[in-house]
């Protein structure tokens, strides 16, 4: 069975750090792109940032470029999120997702087959 989880959510003050974890089980992320998302009470979900297992190559969103980093580590099968220099407006329900082209990098959802189940970021001003 294919699945994702998240973890490493939690509450943190302006201007902190938390460190997303994503592993999976049942398949394992060399043939995929990893994206994590987020959604804010009342808003639509949007991509934060992606990693493309073939070459590496990463994108982010402007919102979040220079404070967060994606990176993976094969051998735990384990994709991570660094979040630093948190807002308040990063608050959300971060998702981590496998989209099986590992060649092409993008932030769309729709192109993701495989979802975790989310992790809450909450940070306080």
């Known amino acids: 069975e294919v699945q994702l989880v998240e973890s490493g959510g939690g509450l943190v003050q302006a201007g902190g750090s938390l460190r997303l974890s994503c592993a999976a089980s049942g398949f394992t992320f060399d043939d995929y792109t990893i994206g994590w998302f987020r959604q804010a009470p009342g808003k639509e979900r949007e991509g934060v940032s992606c990693?493309?297992?073939?070459?590496?190559?990463?994108d982010y969103a402007d919102s979040v470029k220079g404070r967060f980093t994606i990176s993976i580590d094969n051998a735990k099968n384990t994709v991570y999120l660094q979040m630093n220099s948190l807002k308040p407006e990063d608050t959300a329900v971060y998702y981590c997702a496998a989209d099986p082209a590992p060649w092409y990098l993008t932030l769309t959802q729709y192109e993701y087959d495989y979802w975790g189940q989310g992790t809450q970021v909450t940070v306080s001003s």
């Open positions: 990693l493309s297992s073939s070459d590496g190559s990463t």
